[in-house]
């Protein structure tokens, strides 16, 4: 298998770790990046740092059983979480995680985002669930994210973040970045845009993978419908009113369940 070098993974790490920051992904020391560099060991970031300052010489070169082999800073506490995505998931490269608040958000409201809003949100990420929640750096939380690791590229650890993995660095911080924007929307669209929104089907979806040569596994799709109106013309945002919408909506459903309980 080809790795990148040591070196281009403690700079690679170096600049996620400026992204993370810079996007506010973390606060103070949170959040941890690791490159694989060979078939049992990975670069990975120590704990204690911000990491919008992380230096090359600070991190670590640890093997699969988070034993140290090169570097003076103490590990991150999460390494076993980390390394157990590479023993799950022999294409893994590169491992992320943050607290980014949007998908800290849904963590812990315990809520999996499966929404079909975009084609970036619907083939990147897809759905993305929440594994339940395990003591921070234990191997229980290890564990909790085995089941995802084949199937899924990101998972929410319930109360406390999202991490990601993919097949190179880069990958990794996208599919995280992308989940963040895929949860900001989520989170506008249910609780504070009441409008019901058109989304993209599965038949759009299918296409969607057919022509780019995505293969979406079963477990990541999205709840897409099979009808949507998002090829209908658009309606205009000034004759809408969000009031009008919420209690036409609260109406009907109060009606429909009217009608059921004198079904019923
Ligand atoms: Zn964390």
Known sequence: ?????????????????????QRGFVSANDGNITI??????????????????????????????????????????ELPMHLRIYKENNEVMSTAHAH???LNLFANLGMELDMSLTPATAAISGRIPVAPYQNPGSEDLAASVAPYCKDFNVVMLANHGPISWGKNPIEAWYILEDAEAYAKMALLHKFVVKADYRP??????????????LVINPRRLVNA???????EPAVSLDAFDPDCAWMEKLVEKTADAVVARLKS
């Open 1 to 21: 298998m080809n790795y990148i070098s040591e070196q281009e993974a403690k700079e690679m790490i170096c600049s996620i770790g400026q992204k993370m920051y």
């Open 36 to 77: 694989r560099v060979g078939d049992n060991t990975v670069i990975a970031t120590p704990t204690g740092v911000s990491k919008g300052d992380l230096k090359p010489d600070m991190l670590l070169k640890v093997d699969f059983d988070g034993n140290i082999l090169e570097g003076t800073w103490k590990a991150t506490s």
């Open 100 to 102: 980014p608040t949007f």
């Open 200 to 213: 993209i089907s599965m038949e759009q979806i299918k296409l969607l993978a057919d022509t780019h040569d």
């Open 225 to 231: 419908p099979e009808k949507t109106g998002n090829q």
